[in-house]
């Protein structure tokens, strides 16, 4: 079973309470996913292997460690994931982009996959999944179904706002895969919003409603 973090940072849970307020607008909204996007890929990148390498100072040789292999690739789920990614590259700008399109169908709430392009060499990567909310699960499970199908091997999933429902499912279906949120909510509502939540996380940052 895999392992599942909830970040209690107090600059993570600060601007986590701002997102969810619904006077919150629309570019603040955006910042704020990538301010937290940022300080939670700090964390959740924080076992990455260094190597020793040796640095000359302007005064003297200093012995250092820089990043070793693998590789990061960071895969947005289409579309509120892509709100996630400046943050985190802004942080590790070396990593690769990969996308996966997957909606929730508003009638039955079961994910319909519509795009897939990753990086090349994406099983050699390590793989961090965006999204900003976890409801049902059913988008994070197609989307990390669509990585494994494709090589991807080390996979972590990482999502502002998830549901007991969503953990539960993708901890079923993918039991390899840690999850690392900000924040753990009740339950869904009868359409499939999480509650207490933020509402519709895309709509939310691309101002479409
Ligand atoms: C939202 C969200 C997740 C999904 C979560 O996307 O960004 O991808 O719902 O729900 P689930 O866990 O029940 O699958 P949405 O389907 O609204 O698409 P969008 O990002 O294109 O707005
Ligand atoms: N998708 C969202 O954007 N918000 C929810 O609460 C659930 C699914």
Redesign the pocket.
């Known amino acids: 079973m895999s392992d599942v973090f909830v970040f209690d940072h107090p600059l993570i849970q600060h601007k986590l309470s701002i997102i969810r307020d619904v006077n919150t607008g629309c570019k603040e909204f955006r910042e704020l996913v990538n301010e937290i996007s940022m300080l939670m890929a700090y964390e959740v990148t924080k076992d990455m292997a260094l190597e020793p390498v040796d640095v000359q100072t302007p005064v003297a040789k200093a012995k250092c460690q820089h990043l070793a292999g693998p590789q990061l690739a960071v895969v947005p789920v289409l579309r509120?994931g892509l709100g996630m990614v400046d943050g985190i590259l802004d942080l590790i700008p070396n990593a690769r982009v990969g996308h996966i399109g997957v909606y929730?169908d508003p009638e039955t709430l079961k994910p319909v996959e519509y795009y897939c392009k990753l990086p090349s060499d994406i099983g050699d990567r390590h793989i961090i999944v965006v999204d900003?909310?976890l409801?049902t699960g059913g988008s994070a499970t197609a989307s990390i179904n669509f990585i494994k199908a494709r090589g991807g091997k080390h996979i972590r999933l990482m999502n502002l706002i998830a549901a007991p429902e969503g953990i539960e499912a993708v901890q079923k279906a993918h039991p390899d895969v840690n999850i690392y949120v900000a924040g753990l909510d009740s339950h869904l509502n009868e359409d499939?919003?999480?509650i207490p939540?933020l509402?519709?996380?895309?709509d939310r940052l691309f101002g479409t409603k």
């Not at 509402?199 to 895309?202: E, L, N, P, T, V």
């Open positions: 509120a929730r900003p909310m409801a499939g919003y999480i939540g509402g519709d996380a895309g």
